[in-house]
């Protein structure tokens, strides 16, 4: 099982890119799909999209991101990619109910985002737990909770 220790480069680089494209057109491009918690991470085990078991073990200074190029060479790249983030959606009623929601969700420490008239919530569990918890602001009505 092979180990990758450094992030060697990005795929935002245009010489990478443009390698990794052309490696691309012989099937010779593995993606490593990671959740964003698991990008966090600097030790850990996982398996390709064409079933290669892989180990990274980073330094504190390294950082996997979506893009980030693990092995390139005449052959072969490994390549990061990060799953698709689910969010909630928040649509509070007033501008009374927008302050509670977001207070409520600075509170508990959650990753947040912003759309015209809505807040919402980046899903790093299941959904049922976030409903739980906001089930107070949905059940006055104050808040509409709709889920991806």
């Not at 935002?12 to 593995?30: M, Y």
């Not at 109910?97 to 807040?119: K, Q, S």
């Not at 049922?128 to 906001?134: D, S, W």
Request: charged share 25%.
């Amino acid at each position: 099982m092979p180990t990758y220790t450094k992030v060697l480069a990005h795929l935002s680089q245009p010489d990478v890119a443009d390698r990794v494209h052309a490696l691309s057109h012989d099937g010779a491009v593995e993606f490593l799909v990671l959740s964003r918690e698991d990008t966090l991470r600097r030790r850990l085990r996982g398996t390709t999209d064409k079933g290669t078991e892989v180990t990274i073990a980073l330094n504190r200074d390294e950082q996997l991101s979506d893009g980030a190029v693990l092995s390139l060479d005449a052959d072969k790249a490994l390549i990061v990619r990060m799953s698709e983030e689910r969010w909630l959606r928040l649509e509070p009623r007033d501008t009374d109910a927008a302050i509670e929601a977001g207070y409520f969700a600075g509170n508990l420490h959650w990753r947040v985002r912003f759309a015209p008239g809505a807040l919402l919530i980046a899903l790093e569990g299941p959904v049922e737990h976030y409903l739980q918890r906001i089930a107070p602001l949905t059940t006055s009505g104050k808040v509409l909770a709709l889920q991806p």
